[in-house]
T-cell receptor, first 117, second 114 residues
Framework: GAGVSQSPRYKVTKRGQDVALRCDPI?????LYWYRQALGQGPEFLTYFNYEAQQDKSGLPNDRFSAERPEGSISTLTIQRTEQRDSAMYRCASSFFDRGLLNTEAFFGQGTRLTVV | GQQVMQIPQYQHVQEGEDFTTYCNSSTTLSNIQWYKQRPGGHPVFLIQLVKSGEVKKQKRLTFQFGEAKKNSSLHITATQTTDVGTYFC??????????????FGQGTILTVHP
C-alpha cells in the first residue's frame, strides 16, 4: 500500500482478554517500530525490528506484551490478559534503513485506539 | 538509553508571533529528527539534522543543531493557525545493539490564537 496500515483502527476489549494489533509497513521498509502514545504525550518507544530481527524490546512494559515480525514485513503486537492501564493509542512506524546515511524518516500509521473495559 | 528533553511543554501565541521549541540531550546525538502531529493525526516527519551546527529552513520554519550535537531547536516565524499541533524531536541511536532506535521527546503543544 501507499502508507503504513494498522488494524484495527479501534479495539474495545474486556479486561483479561488477549488482543493482537497488526501493522503493515510500507513495502521495502526494513525498520519497523511500535510506540504507545498517551494523549498530549510523545510516542513512547515499545520495540523495534530490522527485517525480522527484534533489535530492542526494552520499552515493552511487562511480559504480557510481545511483538513479532516473522517474515520481515507485517508485524503483530500482542497484549495478553489486558488491563485497563493498557488503554492507549498504539502506533506503528516504518522506515527505510540505511546504515551509512542514517536517513531513516519514519512513516507512521493511523494507530490503533485500544480501550480495555 | 538515549533520552531527549523538550521545552516548553505548552506554548500559546497570537497569530503572527514567533514560536520556538527546544530539545536537549545529556549525550551527543548522531542526528535529530523533527515531527509535527496535528490534533487527531499522527506524527509526520519534517526534517533531519545530522551535522554539528547545521541550520535548515523550510519556509517559515528554521531548524538548528547545536555545535556539540546535544541540543536542537525549531523556530517558526510569524505563526499561522495552520501551525497548530504538537512538535516532537526524535533522536536516533547510532551504535550498539539498538542501532537505529528512534526515541521521541515529550513534545511541545502549540496553540495559535487568531
Amino acid at each position: 500500500g501507499a502508507g503504513v496500515s494498522q488494524s484495527p483502527r479501534y479495539k474495545v476489549t474486556k479486561r483479561g482478554q488477549d488482543v493482537a494489533l497488526r501493522c503493515d509497513p510500507i513495502s521495502g521498509h526494513v525498520s519497523l517500530y511500535w510506540y504507545r502514545q498517551a494523549l498530549g504525550q510523545g510516542p513512547e518507544f515499545l520495540t523495534y525490528f530490522n527485517y525480522e530481527a527484534q533489535q530492542d524490546k526494552s520499552g515493552l512494559p511487562n511480559d504480557r506484551f510481545s511483538a513479532e515480525r516473522p517474515e520481515g514485513s507485517i508485524s503483530t503486537l500482542t497484549i495478553q490478559r489486558t488491563e485497563q492501564r493498557d488503554s492507549a493509542m498504539y502506533r506503528c512506524a516504518s522506515s527505510f534503513f540505511d546504515r551509512g546515511l542514517l536517513n531513516t524518516e519514519a512513516f507512521f500509521g493511523q494507530g490503533t485506539r485500544l480501550t480495555v473495559v | 538509553g538515549q533520552q531527549v528533553m523538550q521545552i516548553p511543554q505548552y506554548q500559546h501565541v497570537q497569530e503572527g508571533e514567533d514560536f520556538t521549541t527546544y530539545c536537549n540531550s545529556s549525550t551527543t546525538l548522531s542526528n535529530i529528527q523533527w515531527y509535527k502531529q496535528r490534533p487527531g493525526g499522527h506524527p509526520v516527519f519534517l526534517i533531519q539534522l545530522v551535522k554539528s551546527g547545521e541550520v535548515k529552513k523550510q519556509k517559515r520554519l528554521t531548524f538548528q543543531f547545536g555545535e556539540a550535537k546535544k541540543n536542537s531547536s525549531l523556530h517558526i516565524t510569524a505563526t499561522q493557525t495552520t501551525d497548530v499541533g504538537t512538535y516532537f524531536c526524535a533522536a536516533q541511536n547510532a551504535g550498539g545493539t539498538s542501532y537505529g532506535k528512534l526515541t521521541f521527546g515529550q513534545g511541545t503543544i502549540l496553540t495559535v490564537h487568531p
